[in-house]
């Protein structure tokens, strides 16, 4: 079975220990697929078998080999020759001859994943998506670098010691299909890092061909280092097991489904990898029993534009405001959808279907990824499920909840919810206080839920947003952009040579 401490076959019934104390067995399929070469990840917190072939693993080691090249040649690399990098990969997306072949690999894409029944929402490059990657890139151009920045200095008799950022390494980047992803995950060059992402495989013919035609032209022009940033060609999930399993990688980067994404951060995490994980979302409301109704509309309905990981997804009402203001709630839903041109689609707590009018428990279209579907407009949810993330295509899905009061909901979020995003509506700044004192959220308001977005709150291009789902952020907060990727070095400087202890 072994050769050279090398695992060479497998086979099923083959018990797996993990977790220390606990058993899982390799099933026939992946007895039969497993080949010499090949690698077996254990995913330690589920028992979870991740099956690594080996051409694989092999991309993705490639791909590792030359990021973590390219950062042993980063210290050489100037800022402006960074900045230079950003402005020719950015003129490069603007420019329409060099632009045409990758806007015919994503029309590619998009058809392929239609033909499958997959939502092409995020994988369309328009010309939306375009210039927002021009506009992030040229953000990061003129961002200031604060590598090599002097964070502290303490002075001593004769000598003193300097705390200064440095490129933490390698960060491997692993996201949905989202061809706009390529301005955030290139922001880590801006502090001295290099990168090595994976795309889903639903975009990675674009992935390629923006590689081909902008990035990799971009970089020999700037004078980069070839590989600072790489992408794993692969459309095998299992290259980003491979990748998340590299022990180079500094710090790993997930975003994507909450499921896949979880799976890939215990990978590294056991691989002793740091992780900034961005799975999954949905943001809670709370209306308190001091809220202006015209205000709680206005939240509601601006919260649900589009379905991304900081619209709005469960909504809690205290239950002295109740009467007057679900009716309030149902119809900003009701304006939600008529703006998509759909009908929303509504999940009331157990034992408050009374408060929602019985016409909206009525069959109608609701607009799903693979088209309308008739079905219920409101069903019913068990109460300990209201932190249950609604993935919606064009119809806005959300719960509500009647609560006694506001501590109620807090405490539903906290124990239910993934530790997202949260927003109390109340005219009662004590309220307010004791909301954010509270709540254990990295976001928190009194509005609007989509205003989480590093880009648009922080001014800063960001790789993606965290939750506290697994524990608060050490040293960060929830917003990860390029320039909070840095680690801090220590310098002596001795004005006396003859100094000892």
């Known amino acids: 079975m072994t050769e050279s401490s090398n695992l060479t ?38 028992g979870a078998l991740l099956h690594v072939p080996l051409d694989a693993h092999d991309v993705a080691t490639a791909a590792v080999d030359a990021a973590a090249s390219a950062f042993d040649a980063m210290g050489t690399v100037t800022d402006d020759q960074i900045s230079a990098f950003y402005e020719a990969f950015a003129s490069r997306l603007e420019d329409d001859r060099s632009f045409a072949p990758i806007a015919a690999a994503n029309v590619a ?32 151009r ?24 440095a490129g933490l390494g390698v960060v491997g980047f692993v996201f949905e299909g989202r061809p706009n992803v390529f301005a955030d995950a290139t922001g880590v060059l801006r502090s001295g890092n290099t990168v090595v992402f994976r795309i889903g495989s639903d975009a990675l013919g674009t992935a390629e061909a923006i590689v081909e035609h902008a990035l990799d032209p971009a970089l020999d022009e700037a004078g980069l280092p070839a590989g600072a940033a790489s992408l794993v060609a692969s459309a095998s999930r299992a290259a980003g097991w491979a ?8 710090l790993a980067v997930a975003r994507g489904s909450g499921a896949a994404v979880d799976q890939l951060g215990a990978v590294a995490r056991q691989a002793g990898i740091s992780v900034s994980l961005h799975g999954t979302g949905g943001a809670w409301v709370v209306a308190s029993e001091n809220a202006a109704a015209d205000a709680f509309s206005a939240v509601v309905y601006h919260s649900l534009d589009r379905k991304v990981c900081n619209t709005l997804n469960t909504c809690c009402i205290v239950e002295s405001a109740a009467d007057r203001l679900v009716p309030v709630f149902l119809e900003a839903l009701d304006r939600a959808g008529a703006r998509l041109g759909t009908m929303a689609k509504l999940h ?29 407009r409101t069903e019913v949810i068990g109460r300990d499920a209201l932190g249950l993330e609604w993935e919606w295509e064009d119809s806005p899905e959300v719960t509500l909840a009647i609560v006694p009061d506001i501590a109620t909901a807090v405490e539903a979020f906290n124990s239910q919810s993934p530790r997202f995003a949260a927003s109390l509506v109340s005219d009662d700044p004590a309220e307010q206080d004791r909301f954010f004192a509270t709540v254990d959220a990295p976001f928190v308001g009194n509005g609007f839920t989509r205003w989480v977005d590093g880009q648009y709150a922080l001014d800063r291009p960001e790789l993606g947003l ?15 952009s390029g320039d909070s990727v840095f680690t801090v070095r220590s310098r002596v400087t001795q004005d006396h040579p003859d100094i000892g202890r």
């Not at 670098?145 to 200095?153: D, K, Q, W």
Request: net charge neutral; proline share 3%.
């Open 9 to 46: 076959s497998i086979t099923a019934g083959m018990p797996i220990l993990y977790g220390g104390n606990r058993v899982t067995h390799v099933d026939e399929s992946l007895a039969a697929a497993f080949r010499p070469g090949d690698r077996l990840v254990v995913v330690q917190t589920t």
């Open 348 to 376: 009331v707590a157990d034992g408050d279907e009374h408060r929602v009018p019985a016409e909206w428990f009525e069959r109608v279209p609701i607009a799903r990824a693979e088209g309308d579907v008739v079905e219920p």
């Open 142 to 165: 003129d961002a200031g670098s604060s590598r090599g920045a002097v964070i502290e200095t303490i002075s001593h008799d004769g000598w003193k010691v300097e705390q200064i950022r």
């Open 243 to 250: 990748l998340f399993s590299d022990s180079r990688i500094s």
């Open 466 to 480: 965290s939750n506290w789902q697994t524990g608060r952020l050490f040293g960060r907060g929830g917003v990860l």
């Open 109 to 140: 894409d998009a058809e392929s994943a239609r033909s499958r029944g997959r939502s092409v929402t995020r994988l369309v490059l328009s010309d939306v998506m375009r210039r927002g990657m021009v506009e992030g890139l040229r953000g990061w």
